[in-house]
C-alpha cells in the first residue's frame, strides 16, 4: 500500500520534470543552444563581416643545409632560388590553411675524404625540385595579443607547418667518376624522382606579415623543408649497397651521417585577400574587439539634459512638459505644471480665501452668505 503510494506520488514529479528539461531545436531565436541573446540569425555569405581569401606569390633563396652536399662550402654561399604561389583559407582569426605550389634550384658542394676526394675534387651538384603541399597557418599574434591593446594592428607574426608531395631532378658532376667522359666510359650522376608517395616531404617556418591595406600584406617568410630522402641533395642513389663501406662507388650519400637532406628557404611575398568587406579576419582579434567596446562604454559621459527649453514660469515644471506656461508666481503646481485648485471652484489656492470650500470668485473663493 505504501509502495502504491509512492509511486502515485512520484509520477507527477517524474512528468514534470521530463518535460521540463525537455529540448526542442528550433531555426527561430533565441532557443536553448543560443547563448540566449536575442541577436540571432543563420550565419551564412551574407552574415560574413570579414574576407577570409588570399592569393600569395613570392620568391627568395634557397640552400641546401642539412646534407651531404651543402650550399655553405668553404665558407662561400651557393646561392639557389624559390618561388611559390599558394591559395588561402582563413578558418578562424588565428588559423587557415593554404594549398601552396612551390619551384626552386639548389646549388651544393662536398669533396670527399682521403683518396677518393683528391681524385674527384670538389662535388657540384643542382637539385630543381617542384613542390605541392597542404600548409596550416597559425597567427601567433591574434594568439598572444593583448585585449587591452588598442594600438593599430598591423604587424603580425605567423607560424607555418605542413606536409606535401614533390618531384626532382638532381646532378652530380666531379673531376673522377661523375664526369664527362669516352675514355674511361662516364657521366655525371642524374636522378629523376616521380611525384608520388614515396616522395613525401614535411615544411614548418616562420613569417613576418605587414598590412598594406585591405587588399595587400606583404610578408617576409623563412621555412625548412624536410625531404626524408638522401637523394635530395644530389649525393647519389640511397640504397642499402650504397652505404657499404666496402664500396668502390664514390660515396658523397655518407659525408653526413643523416638519412634526409633538408633544405632552407628566404623568401618575400604578397597577399592579395580577396572579397568586399573592408577587413580580413585574420586581422581581426575578438577578445580585442569586446574589450575595446566595453572600455568605450565604461569611460562614456553621458550628458542628461533637463529642462532643455527652460522653465520660464518657475514652478518647478520643466517647459518641455508644462501645460500651463504662465503659472502665477507663488502657486503651487501639479506634475504637470498646472495650478493647483483644490476644491475645484475655479479659483487657485494661491487666490482662494476659503481653499476646501467653493465659492465665487467674486468674493474670493468664499461661498456667499
Not at 639557389?80 to 605550389?101: A, C, P
Not at 475655479?346 to 456667499?368: Q, S, W
Request: glycine content about 8%; aromatic content about 10%.
Amino acid at each position: 500500500m505504501k509502495l502504491g503510494l509512492l509511486l502515485l506520488a512520484a509520477l507527477p514529479i517524474a512528468t514534470y520534470a521530463q518535460d521540463s528539461i525537455a529540448v526542442s531545436s528550433s531555426s527561430e531565436y533565441p532557443n536553448t543552444f543560443s547563448s540566449g541573446s536575442a541577436n540571432v540569425q543563420t550565419f551564412d555569405n551574407k552574415a560574413r563581416r570579414f574576407n577570409d581569401w588570399s592569393i600569395s606569390v613570392g620568391g627568395g633563396a634557397a640552400f641546401m643545409t642539412q646534407s651531404d652536399l651543402t650550399s655553405f662550402y668553404d665558407k662561400k654561399v651557393n646561392w639557389g632560388y624559390n618561388s611559390y604561389v599558394s591559395i588561402d583559407k582563413q578558418i578562424t582569426h588565428t588559423f587557415g590553411l593554404s594549398i601552396i605550389y612551390q619551384r626552386g634550384e639548389t646549388n651544393q658542394k662536398a669533396m670527399l675524404d682521403g683518396v677518393p676526394g683528391q681524385l674527384a675534387g670538389v662535388g657540384v651538384a643542382k637539385t630543381k625540385y617542384n613542390q605541392v603541399a597542404l600548409l596550416g597557418d597559425v597567427n601567433f599574434s591574434n594568439i598572444l595579443r593583448r585585449v587591452d591593446n588598442h594600438s593599430t594592428y598591423r604587424w603580425a607574426l605567423h607560424g607555418y607547418g605542413g606536409i606535401g608531395l614533390m618531384n626532382y631532378n638532381t646532378s652530380l658532376h666531379d673531376n673522377n667518376e661523375y664526369r664527362w667522359s669516352t675514355t674511361p666510359a662516364r657521366i655525371p650522376l642524374f636522378i629523376d624522382q616521380k611525384l608520388d608517395i614515396n616522395s613525401i616531404y614535411y615544411q614548418f617556418g616562420l613569417g613576418l606579415k605587414y598590412n598594406v591595406s585591405k587588399l595587400i600584406d606583404i610578408e617576409a617568410r623563412t621555412m625548412y623543408i624536410i625531404s626524408g630522402d638522401d637523394e635530395f641533395d644530389g649525393g647519389g642513389w640511397a640504397s642499402p649497397n650504397d652505404y657499404n663501406p666496402n664500396s668502390t662507388v664514390s660515396r658523397y650519400n655518407t659525408i653526413n651521417d643523416r638519412r634526409s637532406d633538408n633544405m632552407w628557404t628566404v623568401n618575400l611575398g604578397v597577399s592579395f585577400k580577396l572579397g568586399k568587406h573592408m577587413s580580413h579576419l585574420a586581422w581581426h582579434d575578438p577578445l580585442q574587439e569586446a574589450y575595446y567596446r566595453t572600455n568605450v562604454l565604461e569611460n562614456a559621459s553621458t550628458d542628461f539634459v533637463v529642462c532643455e527649453k527652460g522653465d520660464n514660469d518657475n514652478d518647478g515644471v520643466c517647459d518641455d512638459w508644462d501645460r500651463e506656461l504662465n503659472t502665477p508666481a507663488g502657486a503651487r503646481v501639479d506634475g504637470a505644471g498646472v495650478a493647483l485648485d483644490m476644491d475645484l471652484d475655479g479659483v487657485i489656492d494661491l487666490y482662494d480665501k476659503c481653499v476646501t470650500v467653493p465659492g465665487p470668485a467674486e468674493n474670493n473663493g468664499c461661498p456667499t452668505k
